[in-house]
């Protein structure tokens, strides 16, 4: 401003502090978004995005519910996640290919730091180059999260069949902002969607494909319970001499020495793979007190070609079902072995098999007070199932 004149006009120069004030204001306007940009990034147009790990981590509360095990899926075994990977908001699609035949009935994902509501759905492949989602094959209501980051996710609303060794899509439809179910790894191919739903994505909509070590997407499947066919067949093994004489005590067995074998045999035309255990009732010098629940042993897989049968003798029981559980022959042990033939995805109704024990024994004479051989007995018993619905 200029006073030297008292006629001269007074000029003030406001435009100025005007443009100043302005460009101030438009830079604290700007600085967040910038600040924003840097800190959040998207490698796979909008479907993920990244931010600095300073998220708190909830822990998921306890389930009181006694769960099945998944039966299938990716990167499930752990619940190690990438905690600083985002839901953008669009539909994604990620690959998978069982490795069994299976009846899908639930899928989980790892996720949370959400409400939801999201969705989940199994689809098939177009079989194309790039190959990406077809068609819904079976697919989850939308359902709520929890904040804590954990296995989350619904029953499909029908049961699905899904083929060995062929591609499917697990498609996801997250409402935006939840925990990416991601860790480190292999990552799948996987595309995305701005439009559609769970049940139906027109094909020119999916865009990709998009694959990241960091991006390895975490689900888990569970599966239909087979129906199978249970065979217990009893065991005897090994020479029983009370270790007091006593009219008073009984024991399992008369004295005597004894040997059980179980034939199996595959009357169908195809191979059957069956599960076999022993349950151990009474085991040499240590048995069990009166009535007391005994605990099954290990599963152990097996299978027969079509007609083709094997032996399960006195020595398999001992070290192969019941292993170091209990004492080395002649040492006197009886219980059950177990034989479960499950049904498949394929052919739900188990296939018979053939299961006949085999039975031989002979006494002792204690009379002279060292065991002596006496009569000799066999007994051959045709063993059917029962049919166990889960």
């Known amino acids: 401003m200029n006073f030297a004149h008292p006629?001269?006009?007074?000029?003030?120069?406001?435009?100025?502090?005007?443009f100043f004030t302005v460009l101030c204001v438009a830079g604290c306007l700007l600085l967040?978004?910038?600040?924003?940009?840097?800190?959040?990034?998207?490698?796979?147009?909008?479907?993920?995005?990244?931010?600095?790990d300073t998220r708190k981590q909830i822990k998921a509360a306890t389930s009181l519910l006694v769960q099945e095990p998944a039966c299938d899926g990716a990167n499930?075994?752990?619940?190690t996640f990438n905690n600083n990977v985002f839901m953008g908001g669009p539909m994604v699609a990620f690959a998978w290919t069982p490795n069994v035949t299976e009846t899908i009935t639930r899928i989980e994902i790892f996720t949370g730091e959400s409400a939801g509501p999201d969705a989940l759905a199994i689809w098939s492949d177009d079989g194309g180059t790039p190959s990406k989602p077809l068609a819904n094959l079976s697919n989850t209501n939308n359902f709520a999260l929890s904040a804590a980051n954990s296995w989350q996710g619904a029953d499909l609303l029908t049961p699905v069949t899904v083929n060995a060794a062929?591609?499917?899509?697990?498609?996801?439809?997250?409402?935006?902002?939840?925990?990416?179910?991601?860790?480190?790894?292999?990552?799948?191919?996987?595309?995305?969607?701005?439009?559609?739903?769970v049940t139906g994505v027109p094909a020119p909509s999916w865009f990709g494909p998009f694959s990241f070590p960091d991006r390895a997407w975490k689900f888990r499947v569970f599966c239909l319970p087979s129906v199978k066919d249970v065979y217990a067949v009893k065991f005897l093994c090994g020479s029983f001499t009370p270790p007091f004489p006593s009219e008073e005590r009984e024991w399992p067995v008369k004295p005597g020495n004894y040997f059980t074998a179980i034939n199996v045999h595959n009357p169908n035309s195809?191979?059957?793979s069956?599960?076999?255990?022993?349950?151990?009732?009474?085991?040499?010098?240590?048995?069990?007190?009166?009535?007391?629940?005994?605990?099954?042993?290990?599963l152990f897989e097996a299978s027969l070609k079509d007609d083709w049968g094997l032996e399960i003798d006195c020595?398999?029981?001992?070290?192969?079902?019941?292993?170091?559980a209990v004492p080395s022959a002649p040492a006197f042990i009886t219980g059950w072995v177990v034989i479960e033939v499950p049904g498949t995805p394929k052919h739900p109704e188990p296939r018979p098999i053939d299961v006949t024990a085999v039975y031989t024994s002979h006494g002792w004479d204690l009379s002279t007070g060292k065991p002596t051989y006496m009569g000799f007995a066999e007994d051959v018993v045709p063993v059917l199932p029962k049919r166990v619905k889960p």
């Open 270 to 272: 195809v191979l059957v």
């Open 315 to 324: 020595t398999d029981i001992r070290k192969q079902l019941l292993g170091s």
């Open 166 to 197: 062929t591609k499917y899509w697990i498609v996801f439809d997250p409402v935006g902002g939840e925990q990416a179910p991601v860790q480190n790894g292999v990552g799948q191919q996987y595309w995305g969607s701005y439009v559609g739903t």
């Open 32 to 52: 967040p978004t910038a600040a924003w940009a840097q800190k959040e990034r998207t490698p796979d147009k909008g479907l993920t995005s990244e931010r600095p």
């Open 7 to 18: 006629n001269q006009p007074i000029t003030i120069p406001v435009l100025r502090p005007i």
């Open 76 to 79: 499930f075994a752990t619940d």
């Open 274 to 298: 069956f599960q076999k255990k022993a349950v151990l009732l009474y085991g040499g010098e240590r048995p069990p007190r009166p009535e007391e629940p005994m605990p099954p042993g290990k």
